[in-house]
């Protein structure tokens, strides 16, 4: 499903806040595609791990991801990224942030038309705005 312009910079602005929680204003791919949260928790874990039928924006990052643990507990970090947002509330509905060698192989493309949401200018810091 292709999806607007209008509704392409929801789910950026939803990306942005996200990325600097986890300390990356500036991730160097972004690719989003229209699912659903039991075929893209399937394509992520693999047959038989499902979520819910309702229609999912799956994001999928490249980037150095770090988020200090909180109350002292212990920090998070990887160099991908997948996000569930939720289109009706546009809301970051569940994610996972993995290093470099536990990326699952997954390929957006055969979930749907894949939107790229990183090019110029798109996300602060980029220094190709």
Same mark, same amino acid.
């Given at each position: 499903?292709? +999806?607007? $312009?209008?509704?392409?910079?929801? !789910?950026?602005?939803?990306?942005?806040?996200?990325?600097? &929680?986890?300390?990356? #204003? /500036?991730?160097?791919?972004?690719?989003?595609?229209?699912?659903?949260?039991?075929?893209?928790?399937?394509?992520?874990?693999?047959?038989?791990?499902?979520? +819910?039928? $309702?229609?999912?924006?799956?994001? !999928?990052?490249?980037?150095?991801?770090?988020?200090?643990? &909180?109350?002292?507990? #212990? /920090?998070?970090?990887?160099?991908?990224?997948?996000?569930?947002?939720?289109?009706?509330?546009?809301?970051?509905?569940?994610?996972?942030?993995?290093?470099?060698?536990?990326?699952?192989?997954?390929?957006?493309?055969?979930?749907?038309?894949?939107?790229?949401?990183?090019?110029?200018?798109?996300?602060?810091?980029?220094?190709?705005?």
């Amino acid at each position: 499903m292709l +999806v607007d $312009e209008g509704e392409l910079e929801r !789910v950026r602005a939803v990306v942005r806040s996200w990325v600097l &929680e986890w300390s990356d #204003p /500036d991730p160097w791919e972004v690719r989003m595609v229209v699912t659903t949260g039991d075929a893209g928790m399937a394509a992520l874990y693999g047959p038989g791990v499902g979520s +819910v039928p $309702e229609v999912r924006y799956l994001v !999928v990052l490249r980037g150095m991801f770090l988020k200090r643990g &909180e109350d002292g507990g #212990p /920090d998070r970090s990887g160099e991908w990224a997948a996000l569930f947002l939720n289109p009706v509330c546009m809301r970051v509905a569940g994610y996972t942030v993995r290093p470099l060698d536990a990326i699952p192989e997954l390929r957006l493309e055969d979930l749907g038309p894949v939107h790229h949401l990183d090019g110029p200018g798109q996300f602060r810091g980029r220094g190709d705005a």
